[in-house]
Structure formats: structure tokens, C-alpha cells
């Protein structure tokens, strides 16, 4: 398999937080368990494709804590029968916005 570019990672990355923001304000009309599913599955995709980044691209982006970001993955993936849905929303209520922005700027300074 041939490894993804860096660009493409970053979009991926951008366009699962823009569906995760999209998925809680369709909530009033899905069922919550469908919306639960689709947010795990859009944490995991930015965990793996953080995870995917070179050393290099990351460290463009100090001020984002990619460590906790491919952790929270790991988490979601490997123990998700463990996970405390508060800071799943705290993650999405106060962080992910903050990725966003970090990650349009290093997209857009390459």
C-alpha cells in the first residue's frame, strides 16, 4: 500500500472533524447510538491518520498534542467498552476546533 500524502492525511483529518460537528447537530434527528457510532469512527480515522504522519510534519505543528490525539484512538479502538462519553465530549466540544485551525494553517504553509 502506498503511504498517503501528507496533504491527503491532513484532509482526512479536517473532513472527519467537519462530519464529526455535522453528525451532533443532525442529533435532534438520529438516533443517538448512530451518531455515537459515527463520531467513534471519525476519532478513530484522525487518530490513524495523525498517526500516519511523518515526525517531521508533526513537529510543524508543535502546539497540537498528537500523542493524546493517536492515544484517544487507541482508546476508541482497542477499549471502547471503557470509554467516558464526557470526554469524548470534551474532546469534541473544546479541542477539536482548535485541531481544525492548527491544521489549516499547516496545510496552507507547506
Keep these: 500500500m502506498t503511504p498517503r500524502s501528507a496533504t491527503r492525511l491532513l484532509d482526512d483529518i479536517l473532513t472527519a472533524i467537519d462530519r464529526i460537528r455535522a453528525y451532533r447537530a443532525s442529533a435532534p434527528d438520529v438516533p ?3 451518531v455515537a ?16 504522519l511523518d515526525n ?15 492515544g484517544l484512538r487507541n482508546r476508541v ?5 471503557q470509554l ?4 469524548i465530549d470534551d474532546v469534541i466540544d473544546n479541542d477539536l ?3 481544525a485551525r492548527s491544521l489549516r ?6
Design 77 to 81: 479502538v482497542h477499549d471502547y467498552d
Design 32 to 34: 443517538s447510538d448512530l
Design 105 to 110: 494553517a499547516l496545510a496552507d504553509d507547506p
Design 84 to 87: 467516558d462519553w464526557e470526554i
Design 37 to 52: 457510532d459515527a463520531v467513534l469512527r471519525r476519532l478513530a480515522i484522525i487518530g490513524e491518520a495523525s498517526a500516519q
Design 56 to 70: 517531521a510534519d508533526r513537529a510543524r505543528a508543535p502546539e497540537v498534542p498528537w500523542g493524546d490525539i493517536i
Design 97 to 99: 476546533a482548535l485541531l
